[in-house]
């Protein structure tokens, strides 16, 4: 059994939500936005979330350097030495590593939870369930654990975990592991029955996960062992500037979890979303007769399936609009297709080609 003691938390909060444009900006991407009309970010429920199972001062916040005040005043229960400064984003395999590597350097019988810090999850005690069981697991040989998510439609912006079928077994070995499928692949899994989306949410021994860098990404393993005496002292910052100067820009699950053999999950039915886009937001969010999700004064004739949000100083008048999107925030006023995320780089990129206060 993990020692509470010996569990960390690690919160990613370094992405800029380009998919939650015009409401998520470069300077305060969605992390740090209350994006549930909760009186809470992202970022602060994610912290609330985990408080459980680890001290405050067992947390890390990892996140790009320019959003370290943001964090800070999110969350002042933790010390500033707390909140780890990427100077670039290099993708979650780095992210990832340098959480470890840092905690590792300090505590070498750590025991690590990597989360997201702008998931939603809406079945507290389930989930603190599966936590235990995940933090259990892990302490099996060289265990790298995941949470499973079972799949209700084809997506495409989803990693996929194929586990092995056992009977009367709740951790399962995973036999395949596949990032972001195209569409016609994700319909094939959701047939198949032993297909279940990756949550984005590990649990391992730092020793695991190191142990897996130096065989599956050798040169980000190699980058920071000869920096691990820098980490949680006055050389550390120096040592990461120049460190992300040199490793891959890489995701965790293509540089390890698809190669290893010790990947292991968990289905789990904990109310779980990625709130990866206003489509995302839609499906959760309480709405009218018509399916319609509505911040704001408006007004709506024959329009059913939208997502409509302004200021509430004005009034809006919709009609005929079926699966649409309508946002304004700060001088941008957005209208699309709901179901259009795929394009919301294109968005972003177009908008700054106008003029960069527009992200």
């Known amino acids: 059994m993990a020692n509470r003691k010996k569990t960390y938390i690690v919160i990613m909060a370094g992405g800029i939500g380009a998919r939650f444009w015009p409401y998520s900006r470069r300077h305060k991407p969605k992390q740090f ?62 992210c990832i590593a340098y959480a470890t590597y840092r905690i590792y350097s300090k505590d070498p019988d750590a025991s690590l939870i990597i989360t997201p810090a702008d998931h939603l999850i809406l079945e507290g005690e389930k989930f603190h369930q599966v936590m235990h069981k995940a933090l259990r697991a892990s302490q099996h040989g060289q265990r790298l654990v995941t949470i499973g998510i079972k799949p209700t439609r084809p997506e495409t912006g989803y990693g996929y975990i194929q586990y092995v079928q056992e009977k009367n077994f709740d951790v399962l070995k995973v036999k395949t592991f596949t990032e972001k499928p195209d569409l016609e692949l994700a319909k094939t899994f959701l047939k198949s029955g032993d297909f279940l989306w990756n949550s984005g949410i590990f649990i391992w021994k730092a020793e695991s996960l ?137 968005f972003v990129a177009d908008a700054k080609k106008k003029d960069s206060r527009y992200i």
């Open 210 to 346: 190191i142990s897996a860098l130096k065989t599956y990404l050798p040169d980000t393993a190699e980058v920071f062992e000869d920096g691990l005496n820098s980490l949680n002292t006055s050389k550390e910052a120096e040592f990461i500037r120049n460190a992300y100067a040199l490793v891959k820009n890489i995701s965790i699950d293509f540089g390890v979890m698809e190669k290893s053999d010790q990947v292991y999950v968990i289905p789990a039915d904990i109310g779980w979303s990625d709130l990866g886009s206003w489509q995302s937001l839609h499906d959760i969010r309480t709405k009218d007769p018509d399916g319609n999700v509505i911040d704001g004064n408006t007004i709506l004739y024959d329009t059913k399936g939208s997502f409509i949000r302004l200021d509430n100083d004005k009034l809006v008048m919709v009609k005929g609009l079926e699966n649409y999107l309508i946002v304004e925030e700060n001088n941008v006023l957005l209208i699309c297709p709901i179901d259009s995320e795929k394009e919301f780089r294109q």
């Open 33 to 94: 936005l209350d994006v549930l009309g909760e009186g809470r970010s992202l970022l602060q429920m994610t912290f609330d979330r985990f408080k459980e199972m680890a001290s405050p001062d067992r947390f890390i916040v990892i996140t790009y350097g320019k959003y370290l005040d943001q964090v800070k005043e999110q969350l002042p229960e933790l010390d500033e030495n707390q909140i780890l400064c990427e100077p670039s984003r290099k993708n979650t395999a780095t």
